[in-house]
């Protein structure tokens, strides 16, 4: 019989801005009890990885979990991998921030778990051929990678086992690939059947004493759906496995993956695409794209051609995510500007030396975590709080950068491609605001920064259609962790074979918005408030006239008093009169801007509606007492409050826990239609609602004769509030 040793890696993770409580429980369900169940198993060898926000957690507030991973490595049973501290995706950062998350690592791990690690995980195995270079010259001598990786450059056989060579301009680290049918195994199968089936893989390969590779999520050991009980409670499974395992030693061996490398020489060298695991192929394509994908390889699958091609099946790439979400996109070329400005800093003798710089690293670092920039099978970008905080980790940075170029109090401006899509934006910064003015994207208002705070509260999602939305109408609504179904065995099933809602009637609020979600977008329509706002809030609202689709003409930013950029953009629907819309921001102070519309009748009739500009905010919480709408002297009510119309002079938004208020005002008054924007994304516990943000409309009656014009100005006034510390 053929001679196996198993490889057990396993990766542990909790994202930056994750709540202290999901950490909390996190350990206390799975990562705690997962290393007691080895510690009690001597012989079962393992490789284990944290990620650098779960570290500080435990160091902070379960030091005695770290110390245990210390001697567990003392005696030999366990193997510390590094990889990049705040779990960035390495592809898309510049080379310097690359090795500067993994070198972090590295220290952490020798300081605080004694160990400098050899090898590290990579952020959902997303791989391209340069990596190579890049953790070689971070000090990396082995990653994991999926089996079909493997496959996609040309490799055979059924199993894989052992490890490869990767090289990219001479330098080379060594790659394993992780067997995917001992993923959707470990822990969902009975042990014996486990055991078995690990047997049959080796069999199956076409060497002796063949080294196969799991690796794969630590949470899925008690934090995914109903795997606790199966792991820990009554059925005690991982406790049964490494039992097993002690138990088939004299054909089943275990080994860190440190120690099984050195003594096997690699299969020989392999060039790997770009790739990650399957799923993420088809989640990383466009809505509609992907639906397209799927249901090719199930027509191949149902013509049995899937099986024997599905090497040469591929989806799309990981950097997908940047354009099918833009949001996220915005972000990330934030950060590199953020990342290139402190190159730049450094490397200047007036600052080079400055202490200050140390601190926007770890925040750029941070700002860097990849869970918030994509969505699949978890929560994703569709988190708000995870956005909110790396938005909070990048103006933290940005904010340190520009007082130590610029000094403690500057007014800039400048034109430049901040998200680099080929055309430009306006950006003014001083030390309370950065804000980004688009003029192709409608003369839009894309970004408030609040620097103090380090807050953006215009990070708000725009609701898109999903290719996975066509799974919402079969989902089970399950509204407690208790109730979620398991299998007919009893086992649970795994999350990607559950289709699950936390409540009923998700259905509703799947709805495609006509552009993103940004302040300062005008329209006109020709329906009523109350008809209006109702149908702004479904996504139904027909506009005669779209300047918030159209790309505006800027001939830039008059430097004067106040920083001033005038903008317009004319209009000419079929059967209408041609309007121009010409709209100023004037920032008069360094809390207040103006926003002065104008609109124009360029034809030879009358031209009607309802002038309406829209400003999407968010206060992230909801449903919390601290975050409060307001209208006038009106009672506060819930930013996620049921769509209405109230005619005021001005709304304020109240964000407490920030310590900072919006207040959007006209001298002329409006009626302000208000409706929350709520998405429908998925996580591990199926189906859910997330709040946005809210829309704030402000709309005006528009009569004007040819050749009338009609102005408007909006003021947004930010504050910040004298809140006492809860502590």
């Known amino acids: 019989m053929t001679d196996i040793t198993l490889l057990l890696a396993i990766h542990n993770h909790q994202p930056v801005g994750n709540f202290p409580q999901v950490f909390a429980t996190g350990f206390a369900r799975c990562y705690a009890p997962v290393l007691d169940a080895f510690w009690n198993e001597p012989s079962v060898r393992l490789s284990l990885h944290h990620t650098g926000p779960l570290l500080l957690w435990l160091l902070e507030n379960e030091p005695a979990y770290l110390e245990k991973i210390r001697e567990m490595v003392r005696r030999g049973q366990l193997e510390v991998m590094g990889g990049g501290f705040y779990e960035p995706m390495l592809s898309i950062l510049s080379e310097r921030d690359a090795v500067g998350q993994i070198l972090r690592m590295t220290e952490f791990c020798e300081e605080h778990l004694g160990t400098r690690p050899r090898g590290m995980w990579l952020a959902e195995r997303v791989w391209e051929p340069d990596l190579a270079r890049v953790l070689n010259l971070a000090g990396v001598e082995y990653t994991l990678l999926d089996d079909t990786h493997f496959y996609n450059a040309g490799v055979t056989g059924r199993y894989l086992g052992g490890s490869y060579m990767v090289e990219k301009a001479g330098a080379a680290i060594r790659a394993l690939p992780i067997s995917r049918d001992l993923r959707y195994v470990v822990p969902f199968t009975e042990v014996p059947d486990a055991i078995a089936r690990i047997r049959a893989i080796a069999d199956e390969t076409d060497r002796a004493n063949v080294a196969l590779t799991y690796g794969d999520d630590g949470e899925k050991f008690g934090m995914w759906p109903n795997t606790w009980d199966w792991v820990f409670g009554e059925r005690r499974w991982l406790a049964e496995f490494l039992a097993a395992l002690a138990d088939n030693a004299s054909w089943l061996g275990t080994s860190t993956i440190s120690d099984r490398l050195d003594a096997e020489p690699p299969h020989g060298l392999v060039y790997l695409p770009t790739a990650s695991y399957e799923e993420m192929g088809h989640w990383a394509y466009p809505a509609g794209v992907g639906a397209q994908f799927d249901s090719f390889r199930h027509t191949l699958a149902d013509a049995a051609q899937l099986a024997p091609n599905e090497a040469f099946v591929r989806g799309g790439i990981w950097q997908g995510f940047l354009t099918k979400y833009p949001e996220g996109g915005a972000l990330h070329k934030r950060v590199l500007r953020a990342s290139r400005r402190l190159a730049e800093l450094e490397s200047d003798a007036r600052t080079a030396e400055a202490p200050e710089l140390d601190e926007a690293r770890d925040h750029i670092y941070r700002a860097q975590c990849n869970c918030a920039y994509w969505h699949g099978l978890f929560g994703g970008i569709y988190l708000n709080w995870l956005r909110a905080a790396l938005w909070h ?99 649970p099933k795994s999350i990607h074979d559950i289709i699950l809602a936390k409540e009923p009637n998700l259905s509703r609020l799947i709805i495609q918005d006509a552009v993103p979600r940004f302040c300062a977008q005008e329209w006109v329509f020709e329906a009523e408030p109350d008809a209006l706002v109702q149908a702004l809030s479904t996504g139904k609202a027909e506009p005669v006239y779209a300047p918030a689709q159209a790309a505006w003409s800027a001939p830039g930013i008059d430097p004067g008093t106040d920083l001033t950029a005038t903008m317009s953009v004319e209009i000419a629907p079929e059967r209408r009169p041609p309007l121009r819309f010409t709209k100023t921001y004037t920032l008069a102070s360094p809390e207040v801007l103006h926003v002065d519309l104008e609109v124009t009748n360029l034809g030879d009739r009358a031209a009607t509606g309802r002038l309406a500009s829209a400003w999407n905010l968010t206060l992230l919480a909801p449903d919390a007492l601290d975050r409060t709408l307001q209208f006038g002297e009106a009672a506060a009510i819930a930013p996620n409050a049921a769509p209405g119309v109230v005619q005021c002079a001005g709304a304020t938004f109240t964000d407490l826990w920030h310590a900072v208020s919006l207040e959007l005002t006209c001298a002329e008054g409006a009626d302000f239609l208000h409706h929350a924007i709520e998405t429908v994304s998925q996580s591990e516990d199926g189906f859910e609602k997330t709040y946005q943000g809210t829309s704030l409309v402000p709309s005006w009656p528009l009569e004007l004769a040819p050749g009338a014009s009609m102005a408007r100005r909006l003021t947004l006034r930010v504050t910040t509030l004298d809140v006492p510390d809860p502590t």
């Open 393 to 491: 980790h990048l103006l933290r940075a940005e904010a340190i950068l520009t007082a130590l170029d610029l000094g403690p109090l500057y007014r800039v401006h400048t034109t430049m491609d901040v998200d680099l899509d080929g055309r430009d934006e306006l950006v003014i910064e001083t030390p309370q605001l950065c804000l980004v003015l688009a003029p192709h994207r409608g003369g839009a208002l894309t970004s408030i920064n609040l620097r103090d705070a380090a807050f953006n509260p215009t990070d708000v999602l725009t609701r898109r259609v999903e290719d996975f939305h066509a799974r919402v109408s079969e989902a089970i609504v399950v509204e407690e962790r208790a109730q979620l179904p398991v299998g007919d065995d009893g086992k």
